[in-house]
């Protein structure tokens, strides 16, 4: 059997692994490195349950080669909260309902994010455009659309307060 070795950041820690060169980045992630957040659930790229960060893009999993991702930074949904504080996407999603049966959340969760990065203060309309490529099959995506609305509000929120007073120096 034929392996390259690739070396990646996942969640801010290197990983390696030697890889057949046909693996896809969602079997790396999911089988090599346990991060069974990132979800398969069509390997066609039709769903986004796969969707994590790669150097800051949002990118279908199953549509990546590791051996493509080599020397990446990749985020998956696991490295999105802080220690036990959950990322105001993830906040959000609880608190208005954006999920039923969850298997879509980390998707929909990692294709936000990027919207949020690119546009902080996004319209409906931006919102379903920037997901329209993660399917859920149980909410209706209004939650969905109410839950990223609301992490947009809390993060301006968040960048325009002034910094605690232990973390400023």
């Given amino acids: 059997m034929v392996t390259e070795h690739v070396s990646l950041t996942v969640n801010g820690q290197r990983r390696e692994a030697d890889v057949e060169p046909r693996r896809l980045l969602v079997q790396l992630i999911r089988e090599d490195f346990d991060l069974t957040g990132t979800h398969v659930g069509c390997d066609t790229s039709q769903c986004g ?5 790669v150097d800051g893009q949002a990118i279908k999993s199953c549509t990546m080669l590791a051996v493509q ?3 990446s930074s990749v ?3 696991e490295g999105m909260a802080s220690g036990d504080a959950l990322h ?13 049966c969850g298997f879509c959340t980390p998707g929909m969760i990692m ?4 919207l949020l990065a690119r546009n902080a203060n996004p319209s409906d309309d931006e919102i379903r455009h920037a997901i329209e490529g993660n399917y859920c099959r149980c909410t209706g995506y209004q939650n969905i ?9 809390t993060m301006q929120a968040g960048a325009a307060a ?3 007073a232990s973390s400023q120096a």
């Fill in 69 to 71: 991702a080599d020397g």
């Fill in 162 to 164: 002034p910094a605690p």
């Fill in 88 to 100: 105001p996407l993830q906040q959000g999603f609880w608190e208005k309902h954006g999920l039923q």
């Fill in 49 to 53: 349950a796969c969707t994590v960060h």
């Fill in 75 to 77: 985020t998956t949904i």
């Fill in 145 to 153: 659309v109410a839950a990223i609305r609301e992490a947009a509000r």
């Fill in 111 to 114: 294709a936000a994010a990027d």
